[in-house]
């Protein structure tokens, strides 16, 4: 799956970009977002800051705010720290929601030590208060809508600078699994992005602590149906949906695993990691529980009164509804306490469990590098789990750096099996970062995108089911890939269907935007201004899009692409040759994300 040819994709996406990128309408918009895009000899970044382009760009002539001279085969060219622009573009890849130009060259002058520590230095911009102030001009009693949730998020992925949180962040709610599919939460907006800040949060500081707010927190509690969860009776046993998943998923997984991840094995057969009764006697833990506020009487239980914050403050537990019965969990009883005790010892003893540091942290490999980490990979991560060098478990910056750092995600891989499938929000951010994309209303308006035919088939907190959008040990059907005996999670929700409709999106997207009535455009100014140097766009492309690893092969058909367009002569209908300079840079752009050298990040 993962081959880097793929001729009758090729072939296909160079009708389509070719035949289907005129038109007046794509002239129309597309000149909107041109002039959008022009802001003089300057470029204003994310968080109000001004693109100053450092003293390497400027003598290696790369295009910045202030110079359009055209990039020459820069991608190996090695700054002072002994980084190039393909290894920085590569690096961010993994540790953004996608690389900007102007992000290449900072983490190439910077190094990649300096660069993580300013990231883990970043203070976090909260979803939550993006929603309390649309909450403004609501309805009373309105706690905001899925639509607030995603107008910040994708504000945050365009413009943000804490990158690096917000990439993990993303891959930790595929973990933790918060849904806007859930009924009960797209009219509580403000709760899923309050969820949604909690593993920002967390995705910096300690692993037990991002599971003791993950538990508490009344998005997950409704999600997971233990809300208002009561105590066993002669006609009720208390719900026990999050208690197995907690487990299942989000901890320890089904069977006992080596450090390296590969599942222990007594008699040839995988053992279990727990049995239904541990299932049940954490769900004794989690009776009792239910919406904070100033008191613990029953009606505050049940919901009939409520404290104005209580879609986003932690959950507190009712005595009265808290089951008092011995609770087996992982095989053995828990310590007689409070309902708090008792959930800090079920907690502990998941967090202390020698399967979390290679369970989780083969998943977060999978959702920053690869599909298929090797067994030392996984054990190197797990190792950093177990103890980040100053005897703490659980430190997510030491593992994130172990993730990031490890030579496995640093070495070029040549193996065609290596790496992964871009997911398609992956995809669409790394388009807006590589593009400066921006709101006309400054707000982001989008709307979710999960239709595989009408959108991208997938959306931000918004997946299908527990088991997010798929499973970390899919296995695409009747492929080299299962017969390799490898997984690749992301074709899962790959389907022809998806794909055409990537194709049809991308291409409308590259012209005129996205978001609804088209708010969200890029600013392509730069690139505009080396469309009568193929070359040079084209190196551009392979830098920001590619990481400097496009084969010569795609660079041949971009190039062919691209001059099959005539430029008109200086002496022609201004409108008619502005048409054609862009007409020819959205088939590179298009050609460019269409390409499965694109869609699999290695």
Avoid at 227 to 244: G, H, M, Q
Wanted: with cysteine.
């Amino acid at each position: 799956m993962f081959k880097s040819g793929c001729r009758s994709w090729a072939g296909l996406l160079l009708v389509l970009s070719v035949t289907g990128c005129g038109g007046e309408q794509a002239d129309t918009a597309s000149s909107r977002a041109s002039d959008v895009g022009a802001q003089g000899t300057t470029f204003v970044e994310a968080q109000g800051t001004t693109f100053q382009a450092s003293p390497m760009m400027a003598v290696r002539g790369i295009p910045t705010a202030t110079t359009a001279a055209a990039i020459g085969s820069e991608a190996s060219l090695s700054y002072s720290t002994g980084l190039t622009l393909a290894d920085a573009s590569r690096f961010l890849s993994q540790a953004t929601m996608g690389p900007s130009m102007y992000d290449i060259d900072q983490l190439a002058s910077k190094g990649y030590e300096k660069w993580l520590n300013e990231q883990f230095s970043m203070k976090q911009v909260l979803h939550r208060e993006h929603v309390t102030a649309a909450m403004a001009s609501m309805p009373l009693g309105s706690l905001g809508s899925e639509d607030q949730f995603f107008e910040s998020f994708w504000k945050q992925t365009a413009r943000g600078t804490d990158q690096l949180r917000q990439r993990v962040a993303f891959g930790l709610s595929q973990i933790f699994v918060v849904s806007f599919q859930d009924e009960s939460l797209p009219s509580n907006g403000r709760s899923v992005a309050s969820f949604y800040d909690v593993l920002g949060k967390h995705a910096f500081g300690n692993f037990r602590d991002l599971l003791q707010d993950v538990s508490t927190h009344p998005a997950m509690a409704i999600y997971l149906t233990f809300l208002r969860n009561k105590k066993e009776s002669e006609t009720r046993v208390p719900d026990e949906n999050f208690a197995r998943e907690l487990m299942q998923l989000m901890t320890i997984g089904p069977y006992h695993l080596n450090q390296d991840g590969t599942i222990k094995q007594v008699n040839g057969k995988p053992v279990e990691t727990y049995t239904h009764e541990d299932v049940a006697g954490l769900a004794k833990v989690f009776t009792g529980w239910s919406w904070s506020g100033p008191d613990k009487s029953d009606a505050r239980f049940y919901g009939s009164v409520a404290h104005p914050n209580r879609d986003w403050k932690p959950l507190q537990n009712y005595p009265n509804f808290h089951s008092t019965s011995t609770k087996q969990v992982l095989g053995t009883s828990l310590p007689n306490g409070s309902a708090e005790e008792e959930l800090d010892a079920a907690l502990d003893r998941l967090f202390n469990h020698p399967n979390v540091g290679p369970f989780i942290g083969r998943q977060l490999i999978q959702r920053l590098v690869t599909s298929n980490p090797s067994p030392a990979y996984v054990s190197r991560v797990a190792a950093a789990f177990n103890n980040n060098g100053a005897g703490v478990r659980g430190d997510m910056k030491a593992v994130i750096r172990a993730i990031l750092m490890d030579r496995e995600a640093r070495q070029v891989p040549t193996s065609q099996y290596a790496g992964r499938l871009r997911e398609p929000v992956l995809r669409l951010s790394h388009w807006m970062r590589a593009f400066y994309a921006s709101s006309t209303s400054g707000k982001y308006r989008m709307w979710h995108m999960d239709d595989a035919l009408e959108g991208l088939a997938q959306t931000p907190m918004r997946a299908a089911s527990v088991f997010n959008f798929y499973r970390p040990e899919y296995v695409p059907p009747q492929t080299d890939l299962a017969d390799a005996g490898m997984v690749s999670p992301e074709m899962q929700i790959t389907t022809e269907s998806s794909v055409v409709g990537y194709l049809n999106v991308m291409q409308s997207i590259v012209q005129v935007g996205t978001g609804k009535n088209r708010d969200i455009l890029p600013h392509y100014d730069r690139e505009l201004e080396l469309v009568g140097r193929p070359d040079a766009l084209v190196e551009r492309l392979n830098i920001t899009m590619l990481h400097g690893q496009m084969s010569e092969a795609l660079r041949q058909q971009l190039l062919e692409a691209i001059n099959s367009i005539n430029l008109l002569p200086p002496t022609a209908n201004a409108v008619a040759a502005d048409f054609q300079r862009k007409h020819r840079l959205y088939v590179a752009v298009f050609l460019t994300m269409a390409s499965p050298e694109y869609l699999v990040q290695k």
